[in-house]
Structure formats: C-alpha cells, structure tokens
C-alpha cells in the first residue's frame, strides 16, 4: 500500500504519462515562445495578424498545466509556466475584475448593436426580444429585405428608423440624416439623434470581412464541410479591405465634435492595430463597464453546438466620445445569430 508520502511522488504514476505530460508542455511552451518572437519580429504577416485574434486564449494551457506541474515536481516547467500564467494575468486579468454600476448623472441612454445575421433562422424571436426590452437607440446590422416589415412593426416602440438595405437604427427620439449620409460608399451611416435638449451623432457600422475572395491554399483533398470552411476562412485572412473602411471612419471621426457614439459590427478583434487606432480617439464602452473578455463571434450554437462554448472573438462594440461616460456595459442572450448582442448604459457629461 502507497502511503501519504507518496504523494505527490510522480513514481507511483505510469511513466509514460509523466512523459506525455512533459512532452505536452514543452510543446505549448515551444509553440507560445515561437509565436510572441514571430509576432515581434514579423508583425504584418496576414496569419501571424490572424493568430493574433485569439491571443487570450494562448494563456490558458498555462493555468491548466501549472498545478500538474507541481503535484509531479517537474519543477524546470514551473517556472516558465508560471511566467506566462503571470503575463496572462497582467493583460487580462483586469477584464475580470468585478465592476460596480457607476452612478449615472446627466442626460443617459441605453444602446443595443445587434449584428442579426443574414442566415438568421429566428428572425420573429428578435423581433419580439427587442419589443420587450427597454433601450432608447438600436444598431443592427446584416439585414435582408424580409426584415423591412419587422422593423415596421417595431414603430410603436422605436417610432424613429433610420435604414438601408442593410443597416437600420430604430430610436425613441427623432433621428436626422442627410441623404448622402445614406448613399455614401461607405461602410457605416451617419445620423443625428435629438434627444432632450442633446443632439449626439451616431455612426451604425458593417466593417468588410477581413477575407480575401479566394484562399491562398485549397485542400488538397475533400474533408468534412466544416473543416473545409475554417481552412478556407484561415488561409483568406486579408485585413485591407477592413482596414480601409476604418480608416474612412477615422477620417470622418476626426472632424466630429459634441456627443459621437459608434456602434456595430467592425470584424476586428481588440487584439489588432485597427483597434488601437480607434481607442486612441474613442472610448470602448466594454472596456470601461464591461466585465470578460468580451467575445462576441462566433456563436457555436448557431451550428448546434453546445452553449458552453465561448465566442473566441470580439467583433460588436459600442465606441463613445470622452464626454460620454459608460455607466454599465453587458452581452445579450443567443439570438439566432451567429453574433452576441451588446448593450450599454451611457451618461452624457453636462456640456
């Protein structure tokens, strides 16, 4: 009979684990390192931009493999380990801080955006969803055609709309836009909301997708659907075209002044440069009231996947000038979409 002070000897373990636990780590720890020098040395590659998306995930197999670690002695991978469960705590960790309601003071409005999806197959859901709920301006973005009379339908409650074939703002108070606001080539629409003695500016944006029109390698052989759909989607990763349509926002951005709120669906993840140059002219409200990661796409249980499984990337945000202040941030329910909705509670500081 083993006793106590066998453990945590790792000889009572089969050595073949034991050095399948190892090989794992070396591997993770290997790959990581080789990542963080790749993505230093070559920043502007498109897969190592692509790989860069999902980087607060690349942390968790440290948490995960650090207390084996201990409890079997392999002492040479606890350092390192414990490195990159530290770095991960240093990037993220605050993202998981609990944060209080701020105290609202001044004029204050609830938003939505809402990416509804073109191949949504719960349309008439959304539509009583949003009935019930009590926001003052809607963002939504990927409409079809056959959602014209749903969101005439939602006159009562939004009695303002402003929409292209793709885009709509529904709103309690007026909205005002100029016709070149609507048929500008561009990927957002602008508009004024008059609200109570404040006009804000509002922006509803639909980024591109970063993908190019062809993969830059096919499978060479046929596999299952799905596999063949992430490949293809991996090796067309291409942020020109988004890029570009951010930096036509930015122009825009940069001669606005007053209130500006930017909502809807930008296709770039907090980890890239296109989001810092955005943060560095407006507040994320997330960020500022949010709590997590934040992840928005993709939904997995538009596929039938099990709800357990997280987005794995940011794509919906709500952006504010810095006389607007978030009071609360949070993510909507699973709609059909293959996006999470996302609301914010913000305050207008006095001018």
Known sequence: M??????PNPRWLPRALVHLFELVSVIYLVALAGFMGLRLALPERWWVLFLANFMPFYFLPAFALLAPALLLRRYRLVLPLLVIAVGGLALFGSYFMPRAAAASSGFTLR???FNVSQSNRAPAQVEDWLRGQSYDVVFLQELTPAWAQRLARLRDRYPYQVTTPTMAVLSRF??????????AAAPFVKMRLAAIGHTVTLYNVSLPTPLRAEPRQRLPYVVEPAVTAVWDMSLSYDETRRDRGI????????????????AG????????????????????????????????????????????LPPL???DYIWTSDNIRTVQAWQGKYLGSDHLPLGAAIALSPS
Do not use: C, H
Not at 247 to 262: M, P, T
């Open 265 to 308: 669906d930008f296709n770039m993840s907090d980890q890239t440069a296109a989001y810092n140059r955005l943060a560095s002219r407006l507040r994320d409200s997330f960020r500022q009231a949010g709590w997590g990661l934040g992840t928005s796409w993709p939904v997995f249980q538009v596929w039938g996947l099990p709800a357990v």
């Open 111 to 113: 938003l939505l955006t």
């Open 2 to 7: 083993r006793g106590a002070s066998d453990w």
């Open 174 to 183: 007026p909205l005002q836009t100029a016709a070149d606001d609507l048929t």
């Open 247 to 262: 930096e036509q926002l930015i122009r825009q951005l940069d001669a606005e002044q007053g209130y500006v709120i930017v």
């Open 313 to 315: 990337v940011r794509l």
